[in-house]
């Protein structure tokens, strides 16, 4: 039975997230258990961080486990998409959000990148227990929702740079980035102070 789900855009430090919960005590997958194929069910992880869980939001909630969204600026986020060439390159990942998202193959690769940070972070939203920004992790929050009082972050946190899966990023000019996308940035920083 899973426990926690960390999920949010690709490149928003998911990769980071697992690798802390594991180091502290909770075995935490990174897209182990939700990949690019789909929900592996036969998974005996306790929990996963994926920015493909998204589509499994409303069974995990009615299963009552607990969702963390994760979030980072939206110029990290959108510069490190371009940076890897996420929807020029074909890949199964690629193909997991166009399938999600149709409308997302026949865009350019920077509204893409643009539309699935809006589209993504909204969708979460909803369903999320808590909401954190990867730069400033809620780390004890984090520890009431599991739920175990064994998790040792403390030593965890130090062992995993924040630059822990980091990839290429382009340069990118982040005053072309739309206003809507500020606008869910904001919203996801609101949702994280508990404004």
Known sequence: MMKMVVTGTGRCGTGYMAKVLSGAGLPCGHEEVFGPHGWNPHSKLPA???WLAVPFLPVLE???C???QVYRNPGAVISSLL???FFSTPSAYRNFIVREHPELATMSEFDACCYTYNVWNRKIIGYADLVTNIDDVAWEKIIKLTGSTKLDLASAIPEVPQTYNH???ANLDTS????SVWDTYQ???DAS???
């Open 83 to 85: 940076g890897i060439k």
């Open 66 to 68: 607990s969702i963390v």
């Open 176 to 179: 072309l980035i739309p206003t």
């Open 167 to 169: 990839r290429h990023r």
């Open 48 to 50: 996963d961080s994926s």
């Open 62 to 64: 009615m299963a009552h």
């Open 187 to 189: 919203m996801l920083e």
């Open 193 to 195: 102070s508990g404004t």
